[in-house]
């Protein structure tokens, strides 16, 4: 009997039987099933490698602010400043600074 059912399967009786409209629900609902379970699957792997461009970007990105951050604290120095200004005559003092007290009127 089981030999039967088998031999059933593999030549398809069951989907132009009497009552395969039954089967045919399951077919067409499997296959639905299938379907969804594949585009879910598809997004998914886009969304991982959107997300890893993503992270390589922001690395990317903090690399240049690094690389213009210490840019910065380079031409900020004060030795660095002095060279750029004596080119243009202007040095540095030779005095020290005074404090400037201001009285109040009350």
């Not at 969804?36 to 970007?57: F, P």
């Not at 690389?67 to 031409?75: Q, W």
């Amino acid at each position: 009997m089981a030999k039967k059912k088998f031999y059933n399967i593999l030549k398809g009786t069951f989907l132009v039987s009497d009552d395969s409209f039954k089967n045919w629900r399951m077919i067409i609902f499997f296959s639905f099933l299938a379907i969804v379970m594949i585009a879910s699957s598809h997004s998914a792997d886009r969304k991982v490698h959107e997300v890893a461009r993503l992270g390589e970007e922001v690395k990317e990105y903090r690399s240049a602010f690094i690389d213009g951050r210490s840019i910065l604290m380079e031409l900020k120095m004060e030795s660095n400043i002095r060279e750029k200004l004596a080119s243009k005559g202007v040095l540095p003092s030779t005095e020290p600074p005074k404090k400037i007290k201001v009285k109040s009127q009350d």
